[in-house]
């Protein structure tokens, strides 16, 4: 039997590399006579180390030869692009984002979000930030030797978050020489930039190695206004549609209507001011936003392994990363009705004499905010293996550190009472300068800047506009924001052989783990006052910690028999208990059979739970200018206009309005005021059921090919329900749920939401479903070596209910939004001698959004059993491909370089009003154009 493990062991070496089979620095044992020591190795899903890699739950791997295929510079690429990924969390493409969490890298498997899927490196967790995410920027990738994704539930061994599934990336180790590669690429239209500079060098001794990488990555910014899908927030729509008046031409409220500026002008008196339109006032944010934000990493790290004694090893993985990002969105679309101010009639810049309100977009000074984050993190295990006459067993004891500081910098919004004061009484001094308050009592020039905010482009005199230098250092400020988080884990484990049964080994494993998290994020005071232009937002703060003990055994039933080549059942359970909660337990039970060598049959079934965050615990409140907002009742555009419910609140004629308060263009618009969102001390964990079952087949007639399928499920409930403002209205005038209606309330004059306030909570569940099919066949011929694989999720469900409410409907998100129904990759290689190449393809599916044009409806009876008889009409998109292609070539001086494009085609995504994981009409997740790489790698 023994010999029959170590032949698999070799063959799954050769199959996919012998340096990727070993995750951990394995202990050894003696195997029988003529058979030298094979490493035990720790599987990821599992804590028993074995010598079988083999295990029942389903596993993908990416490995070194995968990642050099590709044309991608981070390690976030590789698993973004991954069949069973969802959209990005906070991508690139979502510049209107802020917080701590902008500019990082996270993982988002099936769709559930990136808090519910658990990073490891080498087996241990990653630091997380106060909002529960793992940022895995901080990994060079010329550190990476493989990653394994679990798509399995796996609380049971690693604790919370691993509801969705695992991704644990192995970084080299033993590496000896020099391994150098430079990155360089760019999108056709010559921006978007992305070198990479990365270095790995290491020395072994007897005793022991250290393996040492760096990592130096820039990524550069790609404007909205150079893409098609953002140049316009609506494309393939007019001027209406298209643009704000809420502009950076100045205008102000008289006699009922609304007047800007002419051009040119001295915008001194009413002559100099028209009734204002689309076509003479009105501006494109999109021209100032960045579609992609540029950003800058560096990283360094050491792996190390040390023999003490030949039994007991010394390890240790040192990681330090700073990145930096920086994003730019257009000047701040001030109003001031919304704050109570006016121009004053005393003001010398008032045209009318008469108080007045006013709006003005500081066009002349957009927003723009730097982040930066620096990241520590250290672990250290001492860890070895003993017998007791014949039975082995492995031990590890250690800890992990990890500590990220955060810091943020941001100009371009207004400090509130300098508009105030700006804007108030001003007069013209002796010396021909405008000056704050009145001639009887005037205001020092050092204590205030008159403004006047009908003044530029084009229209009046640049001093006392926007664009004079002075009225910026008096109206804008520039604030900080910092943040800090820090994990502390101490962790002691053994394994090994209990007995040895006619079937095989009798293994266990057992553990204990203990965990401190404690974070802040404190925005600048001045938004924590409100005193700013930017969203209001408390600070961030609090900690707590986690003891737990798990334990797993193998136990090995039949083997060798007709219908049972073998049978083995895995059972684990982990008990932990919170500082914040209690204490939870969660269980697992796998199996494995094999009723012919060349065919394993397996299946899980977990329990999993989702600890709350320190954020979703302490997080402060925060304001936000809800955009895309979607009023049901609205007389025009809304889907449940006219119903009962809505006229309990509104007019027949009612009309939501957009910023500036004017009737929205289309269904959909950015709101007018503010809404509120915040934090729950009282949230308890989510709990998760996850079952698996599955097939990996080796076929005896076609030698080397592989074929997996897997079906999934996935149910969490008590889910933390991250709501939405559309998600509140929808529930309420479509799902007729009372205790969603209670959360807003509208202003009595013209009935828009003027209040509404949100945040997680307890309720409803999420249910997801499917299958995951790879293949993969490599075959040789004459003229060259193929590997045909292909990968592929296939989403059958994905059930969500957000409230506890026996009457409200389950909705359905399987191809709606950024929930894919199919997600396939598909690839060929070609390797020759010293020339190779390939092909892979990336399917999207097609799916559907709401209408926010009528013209674009082209579902209009779109009716489910949630829409409670409600027709709510859909856009349905068709399904997109993106190829990419690489040419490689061995050069004979141990380098080798690779040309290649991803997206070859040039291929454009669907334009998609809703904008999922983007600001823009566009899936955060498409590429943005064709992109050409080139890649030198060099070994010494």
């Given at each position: 039997?023994?010999?029959?493990?170590?032949?698999?062991?070799?063959?799954?070496?050769?199959?996919?590399?012998?340096?990727?089979?070993?995750?951990?620095?394995?202990?050894?044992?003696?195997?029988?006579?003529?058979?030298?020591?094979?490493?035990?190795?720790?599987?990821?899903?599992?804590?028993?180390?074995?010598?079988?890699?083999?295990?029942?739950?389903?596993?993908?791997?990416?490995?070194?030869?995968?990642?050099?295929?590709?044309?991608?510079?981070?390690?976030?690429?590789?698993?973004?692009?991954?069949?069973?990924?969802?959209?990005?969390?906070?991508?690139?493409?979502?510049?209107?984002?802020?917080?701590?969490?902008?500019?990082?890298?996270?993982?988002?498997?099936?769709?559930?979000?990136?808090?519910?899927?658990?990073?490891l490196?080498?087996?241990?967790?990653?630091?997380?930030?106060?909002?529960?995410?793992?940022?895995?920027?901080?990994?060079?990738?010329?550190?990476?030797?493989?990653?394994?994704?679990?798509?399995?539930?796996?609380?049971?061994?690693?604790g919370?978050?691993?509801?969705?599934?695992?991704?644990?990336?192995?970084?080299?180790?033993?590496?000896?020489?020099?391994?150098?590669?430079?990155?360089g690429?760019?999108?056709?239209?010559?921006?978007?930039?992305?070198?990479?500079?990365?270095?790995?060098?290491?020395?072994?001794?007897?005793?022991?190695?250290?393996?040492?990488?760096?990592?130096?990555?820039?990524?550069?910014?790609?404007?909205?206004?150079?893409?098609?899908?953002?140049?316009?927030g609506y494309?393939?729509?007019?001027i209406?549609?298209?643009?704000?008046?809420?502009?950076?031409?100045?205008?102000?409220?008289?006699?009922?209507?609304?007047?800007?500026?002419?051009?040119?002008?001295?915008?001194?008196?009413?002559?100099?001011?028209?009734?204002?339109?689309?076509?003479n006032?009105?501006?494109?944010?999109?021209?100032?936003?960045?579609?992609?934000?540029?950003?800058?990493?560096?990283?360094?790290?050491?792996?190390s392994?040390?023999?003490?004694?030949?039994?007991?090893?010394?390890?240790?993985?040192?990681?330090?990363?700073?990145?930096?990002?920086?994003?730019?969105?257009?000047?701040?679309?001030?109003q001031?009705?919304?704050?109570?101010?006016?121009?004053?009639?005393?003001?010398?810049?008032?045209?009318?004499?008469?108080?007045?309100?006013?709006?003005?977009?500081?066009?002349?000074?957009?927003?723009?905010?730097d982040?930066?984050?620096?990241?520590?993190?250290?672990?250290?295990?001492?860890?070895?293996?003993?017998?007791?006459?014949?039975?082995?067993?492995?031990?590890?004891?250690g800890?992990?550190?990890?500590?990220?500081?955060?810091?943020?910098?941001?100009?371009?919004?207004?400090?509130?009472?300098?508009?105030?004061?700006?804007?108030?009484?001003?007069?013209?001094?002796?010396?021909?300068?405008?000056?704050?308050?009145?001639?009887?009592?005037?205001?020092?020039?050092?204590?205030?800047?008159?403004?006047?905010?009908?003044?530029?482009?084009?229209?009046?005199?640049?001093?006392?506009?926007?664009?004079?230098?002075?009225?910026?250092?008096?109206?804008?400020?520039?604030?900080?924001?910092?943040?800090?988080?820090?994990?502390?884990?101490?962790?002691?484990?053994?394994?090994?052989?209990?007995?040895?049964?006619?079937a095989?080994?009798?293994?266990?494993?057992?553990?204990?783990?203990?965990?401190?998290?404690?974070?802040?994020?404190?925005?600048?005071?001045?938004?924590?006052?409100g005193?700013?232009?930017?969203?209001?937002?408390?600070?961030?703060?609090?900690?707590?910690?986690?003891?737990?003990?798990?334990?797993?055994?193998?136990?090995?039933?039949?083997?060798?028999?007709?219908?049972?080549?073998?049978?083995?059942?895995?059972?684990?359970t982990?008990?932990?208990?919170?500082?914040?909660?209690?204490?939870t337990?969660?269980?697992?039970?796998?199996?494995?059979?094999?009723?012919?060598?060349?065919?394993?049959?397996?299946?899980?079934?977990?329990?999993?739970?989702?600890?709350?965050?320190?954020?979703?615990?302490?997080?402060?409140?925060?304001?936000?200018?809800?955009?895309?907002?979607?009023?049901?009742?609205?007389?025009?555009?809304?889907?449940?206009?006219?119903?009962?419910?809505?006229?309990?609140?509104?007019?027949?004629?009612?009309?939501?309005?957009?910023?500036?308060?004017?009737?929205?263009?289309?269904?959909?618009?950015?709101?007018?005021?503010?809404?509120n969102?915040?934090?729950?001390?009282?949230?308890?964990?989510?709990?998760?059921?996850?079952?698996?079952?599955?097939?990996?087949?080796?076929?005896?007639?076609?030698?080397?090919?592989?074929?997996?399928?897997?079906?999934?499920?996935?149910?969490?409930?008590?889910?933390?329900?991250?709501?939405?403002?559309?998600?509140?209205?929808?529930?309420?005038?479509?799902?007729l749920?009372?205790?969603?209606?209670?959360?807003?309330?509208?202003?009595?004059?013209?009935?828009?939401?003027?209040?509404?306030?949100?945040?997680?909570?307890?309720?409803?569940?999420?249910?997801?479903?499917?299958?995951?099919?790879?293949?993969?066949?490599?075959?040789?011929?004459?003229?060259?070596?193929?590997?045909?694989?292909?990968?592929?999720?296939?989403?059958?469900?994905?059930?969500?209910?957000?409230?506890?409410?026996?009457?409200?409907?389950?909705?359905?998100?399987?191809?709606?939004?950024?929930?894919?129904?199919?997600?396939?990759?598909a690839?060929?290689?070609?390797?020759?001698?010293?020339?190779?190449?390939?092909?892979?393809?990336?399917?999207?599916?097609?799916?559907?959004?709401d209408?926010?044009?009528?013209?674009?409806?082209?579902?209009?009876d779109?009716?489910?059993?949630?829409?409670?008889?409600?027709?709510?009409?859909?856009?349905?998109?068709?399904?997109t491909?993106?190829?990419?292609?690489?040419?490689s070539?061995?050069?004979?001086?141990?380098?080798?370089?690779?040309?290649?494009?991803?997206?070859?085609?040039?291929?454009?995504?669907?334009?998609?009003?809703?904008?999922?994981?983007?600001?823009?009409?566009?899936?955060?997740?498409?590429?943005?154009?064709?992109?050409?790489?080139?890649?030198?790698?060099?070994?010494?």
């Open positions: 039997m023994l010999n029959n493990k170590v032949s698999k062991a070799v063959r799954l070496a050769i199959a996919f590399g012998a340096a990727s089979t070993a995750a951990f620095s394995a202990s050894t044992v003696a195997a029988e006579e003529g058979v030298d020591k094979v490493e035990r190795i720790e599987v990821t899903g599992s804590r028993i180390r074995s010598t079988d890699l083999e295990t029942a739950q389903p596993i993908q791997t990416i490995t070194r030869e995968d990642i050099a295929n590709q044309g991608f510079t981070s390690v976030v690429d590789l698993l973004e692009n991954m069949s069973a990924s969802g959209a990005p969390p906070i991508s690139r493409s979502a510049p209107l984002s802020s917080g701590e969490n902008v500019g990082g890298n996270y993982v988002n498997l099936r769709g559930l979000g990136a808090s519910r899927t658990l990073v490196v080498n087996g241990k967790r990653l630091g997380i930030t106060t909002s529960g995410l793992q940022d895995i920027s901080a990994i060079p990738m010329g550190m990476v030797e493989r990653i394994d994704v679990l798509k399995d539930g796996a609380s049971a061994m690693y919370s978050d691993a509801m969705a599934g695992v991704v644990n990336i192995i970084t080299r180790k033993n590496f000896e020489g020099l391994e150098f590669t430079a990155y690429g760019e999108y056709d239209e010559g921006d978007g930039e992305k070198i990479n500079i990365s270095m790995v060098t290491g020395v072994s001794g007897e005793r022991g190695s250290i393996t040492f990488g760096a990592e130096w990555r820039d990524e550069g910014d790609v404007w909205a206004k150079d893409r098609y899908f953002s140049e316009v494309p393939g729509y007019d209406p549609q298209n643009r704000t008046l809420v502009g950076q031409y100045g205008r102000f409220y008289h006699n009922d209507q609304w007047w800007v500026a002419k051009r040119p002008g001295d915008a001194s008196s009413l002559d100099d001011f028209e009734p204002q339109t689309y076509e006032g009105s501006s494109n944010p999109q021209e100032q936003m960045h579609v992609e934000t540029p950003l800058s990493a560096r990283s360094l790290y050491i792996s392994n040390y023999a003490i004694t030949d039994d007991i090893n010394f390890t240790s993985d040192i990681g330090y990363s700073e990145r930096t990002a920086r994003r730019q969105i257009a000047g701040y679309p001030y001031s009705a919304s704050d109570g101010i006016v121009l004053s009639a005393d003001s010398h810049f008032n045209p009318v004499g008469e108080d007045v309100s006013f709006t003005r977009r500081g066009w002349e000074v957009p927003r723009i905010t982040s930066s984050q620096d990241t520590i993190r250290f672990t250290a295990a001492i860890e070895g293996s003993f017998e007791l006459g014949d039975h082995y067993f492995d031990w590890d004891i800890g992990v550190y990890s500590k990220s500081s955060s810091l943020g910098v941001s100009s371009g919004d207004l400090y509130k009472p300098a508009i105030e004061a700006g804007t108030g009484p001003s007069f013209l001094n002796a010396s021909g300068q405008v000056q704050c308050g009145t001639e009887a009592a005037p205001i020092a020039l050092s204590e205030c800047t008159p403004w006047n905010p009908l003044a530029g482009f084009g229209a009046g005199s640049v001093d006392n506009s926007l664009a004079d230098p002075a009225v910026q250092d008096f109206l804008i400020p520039t604030l900080h924001y910092r943040g800090e988080t820090e994990t502390a884990i101490y962790f002691a484990n053994i394994s090994g052989l209990l007995a040895q049964l006619p095989g080994d009798l293994s266990f494993a057992l553990g204990a783990e203990h965990r401190k998290e404690n974070g802040e994020y404190a925005p600048d005071a001045l938004a924590q006052l005193e700013s232009t930017t969203l209001a937002a408390g600070a961030t703060g609090g900690e707590y910690d986690v003891s737990e003990l798990f334990a797993e055994l193998d136990i090995p039933i039949l083997s060798g028999v007709a219908g049972a080549h073998e049978l083995t059942l895995n059972l684990a982990r008990y932990s208990d919170y500082s914040t909660f209690g204490d337990t969660n269980s697992k039970i796998g199996i494995k059979w094999r009723p012919v060598e060349e065919l394993l049959i397996r299946g899980t079934w977990s329990e999993g739970f989702r600890a709350p965050t320190i954020s979703d615990l302490y997080g402060g409140g925060s304001q936000t200018f809800t955009t895309g907002f979607i009023d049901p009742c609205d007389s025009v555009y809304g889907v449940a206009k006219g119903s009962a419910r809505c006229l309990q609140d509104v007019p027949a004629d009612y009309r939501q309005l957009q910023q500036g308060f004017i009737p929205t263009a289309g269904p959909a618009a950015q709101t007018p005021v503010p809404f969102s915040g934090s729950n001390e009282f949230l308890q964990p989510e709990e998760s059921t996850t079952k698996t079952i599955g097939f990996v087949y080796n076929p005896e007639f076609v030698e080397n090919l592989d074929i997996i399928v897997d079906w999934w499920s996935i149910t969490i409930d008590n889910t933390v329900v991250s709501d939405s403002p559309n998600q509140i209205l929808e529930d309420c005038y479509i799902g749920d009372e205790s969603r209606c209670a959360m807003f309330s509208r202003d009595p004059n013209n009935f828009i939401v003027n209040d509404l306030s949100y945040g997680n909570r307890n309720a409803g569940f999420t249910e997801t479903a499917g299958y995951d099919v790879a293949l993969a066949y490599p075959f040789e011929t004459s003229f060259g070596d193929f590997r045909a694989t292909m990968d592929m999720t296939y989403v059958t469900k994905y059930d969500e209910k957000s409230s506890d409410e026996p009457d409200v409907k389950v909705t359905s998100a399987v191809g709606h939004g950024s929930t894919f129904r199919v997600r396939s990759n690839g060929l290689k070609w390797s020759y001698e010293d020339f190779s190449a390939s092909w892979n393809m990336r399917y999207f599916s097609s799916m559907r959004e209408c926010y044009f009528e013209d674009r409806c082209n579902v209009p779109f009716q489910r059993d949630w829409t409670n008889g409600t027709v709510v009409p859909k856009q349905k998109n068709g399904s491909v993106f190829n990419d292609v690489q040419v070539y061995n050069l004979p001086w141990e380098g080798s370089i690779s040309v290649g494009a991803n997206n070859i085609f040039d291929k454009q995504g669907p334009i998609m009003y809703s904008g999922p994981s983007s600001n823009f009409s566009y899936y955060g997740g498409f590429d943005i154009g064709r992109f050409w790489y080139f890649r030198y790698t060099q070994s010494f």
